[in-house]
C-alpha cells in the first residue's frame, strides 16, 4: 500500500518554529516531485511549497517565501517543511503530496496524505 503520512504538527506562539516531515512508503518516491498544501478552516486548500525530484528546484507560495523551506532526502523517501516565524494567518491542517514534475496542484497529485494540524496562537 501506498502511503505518505505526515507529522511534526502541532500547537506554537507566533514566531516560533515547526518542521513537519512526509514519509512515503510503499514505492520509491526519488523520482517524484514533493510538495505541501495547507488547508484552513473555511478556505480552499491552497499551495505552500513544492521540490522537484533531485531537490535541486523549489518553488514557494508568496505568503511563505522567506518563512519556510522545503527540502527532501530521497533516500528516505522523505520531503519536509520547515517553518520559521509562524502567523497566526499559518494555522492550517497541512497536507503533502507527490507527482511526477513540481508538484504544484493537489488535485493533479496521485499521492496524497492525510495532513497534520498545525496552530499559531497570537
Known amino acids: 500500500q501506498v502511503q505518505l503520512v505526515e507529522s511534526g504538527g502541532g500547537l506554537v506562539q507566533a514566531g516560533d518554529s515547526l518542521r513537519l516531515s512526509c514519509a512515503g512508503s510503499?514505492?520509491?518516491?526519488?523520482?517524484?516531485?514533493m510538495g505541501w498544501f495547507r488547508q484552513a478552516p473555511g478556505k480552499e486548500r491552497e499551495f505552500v511549497a513544492a521540490?522537484?525530484?533531485?531537490?535541486?528546484?523549489?518553488r514557494y507560495a508568496d505568503s511563505v517565501k522567506g518563512r519556510f523551506t522545503i527540502t527532501r532526502v530521497g533516500v528516505k523517501n522523505t520531503v519536509y517543511l520547515q517553518m520559521d516565524s509562524l502567523k497566526p494567518e499559518d494555522t492550517a491542517v497541512y497536507y503533502c503530496?507527490?507527482?511526477?514534475?513540481?508538484?504544484?496542484?493537489?488535485?493533479?497529485?496521485?499521492?496524497r496524505g492525510q495532513g497534520t494540524q498545525v496552530t499559531v496562537s497570537s
Open positions: 510503499g514505492r520509491t518516491f526519488s523520482n517524484y516531485g
Open positions: 503530496a507527490a507527482a511526477s514534475g513540481i508538484v504544484t496542484t493537489w488535485a493533479a497529485s496521485p499521492y
Open positions: 521540490i522537484n525530484w533531485s531537490g535541486g528546484s523549489t
